[in-house]
């Protein structure tokens, strides 16, 4: 009896057939990836795949890197790709997305995504297109929109708006790129949104120039709660984070005392502090202003935490610039103002990564002083070239109108922002009376000498930099200069990652320390050894083909000469 695989049928395709379809849907229900990467690229984290399998409903995601672009951002849009393709692997159907054009019309409204991309801040890059009737503007926005139960939130995937993105630049926004979404779903799928305290109780400021901080950033992602420290007694554990912006009243012991203890039961603090008075309207009136202490009544509390603001100003010679009258006011021109400081980032920290610069304005310097426990990570410092003037200082615009003294700026990364984390010591500790610690029982807030748990704080030494502008009664967003309204920097998303970092409930930041190692090609290597690898990338080829075909006329004519 022959063999059928001797003699094979007339359907013995059929079989082959059934089998490939079976080991094919077997390997799509059944598979495993290997990450070979140093880095885990291609890993995704396990808070993020926590947050993934435990979606109950389809989270849409509209990404906007679609058209003509630049190779950057083709290859954050194709990074993108795989990221939500992993996402996929992960959720199922519930991750869904696609990449649109901001141009397109969305479903069912008679506007763009451009429109409600602008109305969400999300901000476009103006990209100079050479077509056959001239050069054109095309705006390009490196966002995605997720959609999740009728909601909506935006994903920023490449922060600032230059039109060239540097290898690194591009490196560090691919890998922020998992925390960035997984951020975004988490505070769209979340039912009830983190209550927030804003301190009004000593002369914080509540007008116009806090619309962008309040109602873009805060009611946004917060419940958030005007609190008046003063009239109230106690700060309820309930808020998860107090934000103190450019207080001018100085503080009570009483003040003090119930936001040492609201820090010592986990209380997060964002401290905005101008030690100074100096303001930018009383030099216009006067030409000059002397810069004085304010006696805030608050340098033993943040001595205690580990920081000190300076009775100073800092000056730096990257710095933002001011129009200013000149020749007798017969001309008005754009100088640099170097009281206004430009801020760079050059740690790693998921507060900091990939910001561009942060503008300040009448800056004090920072000095970290010793404090059990208690560690402090720079966010924001001061550039190569700066240096800093102490109180009773005189600014005047007369400043201006002359020449900077490059030998005077010989003072280099001079801190204005700190992270202070660990397990606080309370400033009343053995201090407090009797009385005191009885009310404070009374009130459901025993006394707590210190932290039970390590606890965070961001202190900076600028009042202004989360404050925003206005202008002829538009209102600007934070960050940007009311005249020159084209530039925006970074503020604002310094802000949100402070915000994110101190309040997160979940270990998202896992994701967002996550970091890929940027290999590039050795100019010099490249030189010395460009012959050699020519040749094994077109000449060998051709050699083994060459070769392979001798030897495979060889056999047939051996075997078949026989």
Known sequence: MKSVFNKPGKLWWLPVIILLILLN????????RVDLTDEKRFTISSPVKNLLINLDSTVQIDIFLKGDLPSGFKKLASTTDDLLLEFKEIAGNKIQYRFVSAEDVMD????TYADTLMSMDAQPINLKVQLKSGEQSQFIF?????????????????PGTKI???AGELNSAEALLEYNFADAIEKITHQLKPMLAYSIGNGEPTGVNTYDLVEHVLRKSYNLFLFNINTQPAIPDTFKLLMIVKPTIAFTESEKIKIDQYVMRGGK?????????????SLRLKNQVIAYDRNLNLEDILFKYGVRINPDLLMDIQCDSLPFVLNGGQQIDFIQWNYFPLFQSKGDHPVNK???????????????VKADNISKTYLLTSSPNSRVISAPALISSEEARK??????????DIPMAVLLEGKFISLYANRISTTEMDSMQAYGTPFQPACMKAN???????GDIFLNSAIQKQILPMGVNPYAPEIQFANKDFLQNCLSYLMSSTALSEAKAKDYTLRLLDPKKINEQRTGWQIVNIVLPVLLIFLFGVVYQYWRKRKYTK
């Open 456 to 462: 965070k704080m961001i202190v900076i030494s600028d």
């Open 269 to 281: 603090v964002i401290w905005c502090i101008d030690r100074l008075e100096a303001e930018m309207d």
């Open 164 to 166: 060239i993105i540097t």
């Open 25 to 32: 849907l077997f390997a799509a229900k059944f598979h495993k």
């Open 354 to 368: 990939i910001i561009g610069l942060v503008a300040g304005r009448f800056v004090n310097s920072i000095d970290t």
């Open 108 to 111: 069912g409204i008679e506007r």
């Open 142 to 158: 490196p966002s995605a929109l997720v959609y999740y139960k009728g909601k909506i939130q935006s994903v920023n995937l490449y």
């Open 403 to 412: 020449a900077t003294e490059d030998r005077l700026f010989n003072r280099s």
